[in-house]
């Protein structure tokens, strides 16, 4: 088997129909549903996430009318927005380095 490969779309798409939360979205399509992404990771990007979003009156963002990372056909748009999640996380981290170097100065 070694150098087989076999092309599989089953790994882009996953239902938790017994979350109590299940769907925790309207939505009207629920047979399509995808829980993989049950936590945004495309939250962090802000503005530039792509969804569906507003802010509320306290400044967050609100994703309740978003479904776009439970759509079974954006797996691959939410995993092409990774490196711009990593882009933010490493600046975050060269930050924080920054901050602990002032602190030690």
Do not use: W
Not at 45 to 63: Q, V
Not at 81 to 88: G, P, R, S, V
Request: include cysteine; aromatic fraction near 16%; glycine fraction near 6%.
């Amino acid at each position: 088997m070694s150098g087989c490969f076999i092309e599989t779309e089953n790994y882009k798409f996953f239902q938790h129909r017994e979350c109590e939360f299940f769907p925790c979205h309207n939505v009207k399509d629920v047979e399509n549903f995808n829980c993989l992404f049950c936590y945004c990771p495309l939250y962090a990007l802000g503005d530039k996430c792509g969804g569906s979003f507003t802010y509320n009156e306290k400044g967050f963002k609100d994703c309740t009318n978003c479904v776009l990372p439970h759509r079974r056909s954006n797996f691959d748009y939410v995993l092409g927005k990774y490196n711009e999640i990593l882009d933010i996380v490493k600046s975050n981290h060269e930050e924080g380095f920054r901050e602990v170097e002032k602190e030690e100065e």
